[in-house]
């Protein structure tokens, strides 16, 4: 009986010393998602959504991912804290967009979770000029009123771009490869 509660003890702690390397696991099932800025944006003409266009993410001077987006919906994009990426928006015909994430965050909070939505506004391109957008339109970064990312406003005012606020459509709960569904809320998204 002893030689079987050590048995079962050296088990418990092993398993607890595995388990404590890996993301938790709740009752349901479910994963918690890792720590990091979940960005959700979408991209418009005209105030209509666009589709097939693409987005760069851009870390170090050079390209970290590709996303292209064939659907209307939004795309969700996991960023690593304490970092600067450089997202570009692309479509052939249109001029393409720059937005700058600054993902650096104080002391005790690398571990959290953030998330930021926005939607971007990609005008056409009359004719090809040979220019290219060199300069972003937007700045994304922590603060620390509100405990989360926002849209700096001193970057914008410095550039002349100040966003304005729409509501984005309620959205059905979709897939998520992190956590299985995922329920979407009415949001106000900053369009910029």
Same mark, same amino acid.
């Given at each position: ?44 003409? !005209? %105030?209509?959504?666009?589709?097939? @266009?693409?987005?760069? &993410? ?6 970290? =991912? +590709?996303? *292209? ?39 005790? !909070? %690398?571990?959290?979770?953030?998330? @930021?939505?926005?939607? &971007? ?6 004719? =090809? +000029?040979? *220019? ?39 959205? !059905? ?20």
């Amino acid at each position: 009986m002893n030689r079987q509660l050590q048995f079962l003890f050296c088990v418990l702690i092993v398993h607890h010393s595995l388990s404590a390397r890996t993301e938790c696991v709740p009752a349901t099932g479910l994963v918690f998602p890792r720590a990091g800025l979940e960005i959700s944006c979408s991209v418009s003409q !005209k %105030n209509s959504p666009m589709r097939d @266009y693409q987005v760069l &993410i851009i870390e170090n001077d050079s390209v970290y =991912d +590709t996303i *292209y987006a064939d659907l209307t919906l939004p795309i969700y994009i996991q960023l690593d804290l304490n970092k600067s990426y450089l997202l570009e928006f692309s479509k052939p015909g249109f001029m393409e967009r720059l937005v700058l994430i600054d993902t650096k965050v104080p002391d005790g !909070k %690398n571990k959290k979770r953030f998330s @930021y939505d926005f939607e &971007i506004e990609m005008p056409l391109r009359y004719c =090809d +000029t040979g *220019y290219y957008a060199v300069r972003p339109i937007a700045k994304i970064i922590y603060d620390p009123v509100s405990d989360g990312f926002g849209y700096d406003l001193e970057y914008a005012k410095s550039i002349g771009n100040i966003p304005t606020m729409i509501a984005a459509p309620d959205q !059905k709960a979709e897939k998520s490869p992190v956590n299985g569904k995922r329920g979407r809320k009415k949001v106000e998204r900053k369009k910029i």
